[in-house]
């Protein structure tokens, strides 16, 4: 396959082990510890500790105890609970 002018082959594959093609950056696991529906945000703690602010939109319903993965701030997919 011919890259498109102005793109480099490199760029045009995925590498799934080093990350996402655009920003390098990899989901990271995070429990849901509160929710705020209306906004559609949730409290989320890394496995770290560190705790940040999630959009959750595409992986509702989301509940406190739920495990996500998360990619630049949103939410990509729900893993479940972490009690199961």
Known sequence: MTPALGVTAAASECDHDTGCITCGDRAEQ?????????????????????????????????????????????AIANVGDAAA
């Open 30 to 74: 995070a429990r849901v510890l509160s929710l705020d529906e209306a906004l559609g945000l949730a409290l989320c703690a890394g496995e770290d500790g560190s705790t940040e602010t999630v959009e959750v939109a595409l992986v509702a319903p989301v509940a406190p105890g739920d495990i996500l993965l998360v990619h630049a701030g949103t």
